[in-house]
T-cell receptor, first 112, second 118 residues
């Protein structure tokens, strides 16, 4: 059984640019949650997608947006990148939004 | 709103010694509680979870945690530390609704870095 995968593993962008991060959920899982982990901090909830609909959002501005596809993979888009967006972005999938979340390896984003 | 406090950002133990990582939570409704471990440059791996069944929860790699409602705590322990346990550990809470099912959003603590000395 394939676990949660994320791409790319690393990314360098400049301030003001846009970025798309991708996540493939574990087989049989219909929910994807995204978290931002700044250096030295615990992960912060960005939003969750359940059966292609947003199912909750954390305290992040609208320039953070997402999408979930019919195969339950997901994208996280960030527009107008800021230096503070530099972080490890973690994706987690679960069987439903009520079930345990299993995390991918993350995408490390550096904004210069 | 729920929150998690991990006491001690760094814990250092000798190999073979007891590991105790502290976690206190705040939640107005029955919580679901989790411990995750993060090795350098990796994602989070689930160690164990509490979902209102037994208060003593056993996880992988010899770890266990006890849910104490009166103390609002969910401390993680391991009787004998191994060098391979060196990592960062995160406690997380997910609140439940009246039906007892989780809302899914995880709120994490700041993490505790565990160092194991030979």
């Amino acid at each position: 059984e394939t676990g949660v995968t994320q791409s790319p593993t690393h990314l360098i962008k400049t301030r003001g640019q846009q970025v798309t991060l991708r996540c493939s959920s574990q087989s049989g899982h219909n929910t994807v949650s995204w978290y931002q982990q700044a250096l030295g901090q615990g992960p912060q909830f960005i939003f969750q997608y359940y059966r292609e609909e947003e199912n909750g959002r954390g305290n992040f501005p609208p320039r953070f947006s997402g999408l979930q596809f019919p195969n339950y993979s997901s994208e996280l888009n960030v527009n107008a990148l800021e230096l503070d967006d530099s972080a490890l972005y973690l994706c987690a999938s679960s069987k439903t939004y009520q079930e345990t979340q299993y995390f991918g390896p993350g995408t490390r984003l550096l904004v210069l | 709103a729920q929150s998690v406090t991990q006491l001690g950002s760094h814990v250092s133990v000798s190999e073979g010694a007891l590991v105790l990582l502290r976690c206190n939570y705040s939640s107005s409704v029955p919580p679901y509680l989790f411990w995750y471990v993060q090795y350098p440059n990796q994602g989070l791996q689930l160690l164990l979870k509490y979902t209102s069944a037994a208060t003593l929860v056993k996880g992988i790699n010899g770890f266990e945690a006890e849910f104490k409602k009166s103390e609002t705590s969910f401390h993680l322990t391991k009787p004998s530390a191994h060098m391979s346990d060196a990592a960062e550990y995160f406690c997380a809470v997910s609140v439940s609704n009246a039906g007892g099912t989780s809302y899914g959003k995880l709120t994490f603590g700041q993490g505790t870095i565990l160092t194991v000395h030979p």
